[in-house]
């Protein structure tokens, strides 16, 4: 099952999209602002989805929105996770950082009022601020049902499924500081989308993630080259702390980023990003 978020007719709505990603069925929703997440909940609780609640629309008519437009909380983000990424980062100013092995998964945060939709334009801050801009494909989780200390053999029981965002990320900010929050949560530094697709439909741990900047492909890794797998990064988030329905998990990002490329390069105004994983579809939005 797909589920999204979008507007039509000058209302938000929340439903799901036929399989073919061509068509929209709305679901009566009493707060269709918060977008996927309260049928999230709502189905964490065992509850059913609610029923239909208009005609389907071609997707084409509809301007599709982040499913979770602003959520539950800050994502967790996952860093140097797929092994060419962190070989590419070998040669770059986080070379002194690298570690010899990697025993335990970078855990970051981006703050949850960057997303924006899977269309939307992403807003490059004033040069007096940054100018190391970069992009970073990713599949994200969303957690199902919540839970303490999940066990890696019990995780994917808490998946509820996957959508796609683009980490974007000032550079300069990030080595500026030393702690990644602030290079990771600009306005409108989270696309996401273009829809949630349930775990029953796709396996997160065997898909591919690509991405390609102006029309050509920068990025292309299968998730099955994570250096830490989504059981364990679930395992890792929720130790110690409760993860709750309607969580996100940034799981990293393959090779390829501009940081990592010689002379890097940065994206700039009118510069477009596609990001493209297998079972779920693609999110690109425009850079200015």
Known sequence: MRMASWQWGGRDHVGTISADGREATP??????????????????????????????????????????????????????????????????VFGGTMPKEDPWPIVFSKLAECVVGPYERVRLPSPSVSVQIDYESELAVVIGRGGIDIPKNRAMDHVFGYTIINDVTARDVQMRHQQWDLGKSFDTFCPMG???????????????????????????????????????????????????PGDVIATGTPAGVGMGLDPPQWLGAGDRVRIEIDGIGAIENSFG
């Not at 299968?222 to 830490?228: G, N, P, V």
């Open 27 to 92: 679901l009566a929703v009493a707060d269709a602002s918060r977008g996927v997440l309260p049928l999230i909940q709502a189905l964490a609780q065992g509850e059913p989805l609610p029923p239909p609640s208009g005609a389907r629309l071609p997707v084409g008519v509809i301007e599709l929105r982040a499913p979770l437009p602003r959520p539950l909380r800050g994502l967790f983000c996952i860093g140097r996770n797929y092994h060419a990424h962190a070989a590419e980062l070998a040669g770059t």
């Open 194 to 244: 273009p829809w949630i697709v349930t775990g029953d439909e796709l396996d997160g741990n065997a898909t591919r993630v690509r991405g390609w900047v102006n029309g050509a492909l920068r990025q292309d890794g299968l998730t099955r080259d994570m250096i830490h797998d989504i059981p364990t990064l679930i395992e890792t988030c929720s130790r110690g702390i409760t993860l709750y």
